[in-house]
């Protein structure tokens, strides 16, 4: 089992990122996909979360109308698209899959917003 995630960087306050999470070795579209955030200090929260088929997704209050949780089952890819980045977006992102007891992490891309 992998989850391997992409797309972490350095961006300026205001910039985007796409964030993509790829699967491998389990069934990909059975599983709710989440992507969760560290900064610095803190601990691991929620970030935003998407049902196997897409139709029920939830944000964290901290990100809606600014983060977008995508996924492609035919990719085995779930995507987070990041806009209006704030310092304090700053961050390791993960990605989490899980189904019933059964969850997998992903290493982390480390996410920086700074001017």
């Known amino acids: 089992v992998q989850l391997v995630e992409s797309g972490g960087g350095l961006v300026q306050p205001g910039g985007s990122l796409r964030l993509s999470c790829a699967a491998s070795?389990?069934?990909?579209?059975?599983?709710?996909m989440s992507w969760y955030r560290q900064g610095p200090g803190k601990e691991r929260e929620l970030v935003a979360s998407?049902?196997?088929?897409?139709?029920?997704?939830n944000y964290a209050d901290s990100v809606k109308g600014r983060f977008t949780i995508s996924r492609d089952n035919a990719k085995n890819t779930v995507y987070l698209q990041m806009t209006s980045l704030k310092p304090e977006d700053t961050a390791v992102y993960y990605c989490?899959?899980?189904?019933?007891?059964?969850?997998?992490w992903g290493q982390g891309t480390q996410v920086t917003v700074s001017s």
């Open positions: 998407i049902v196997n088929t897409g139709g029920s997704i």
């Open positions: 989490r899959a899980t189904r019933l007891w059964v969850e997998y």
């Open positions: 070795g389990f069934t990909f579209s059975s599983y709710v």
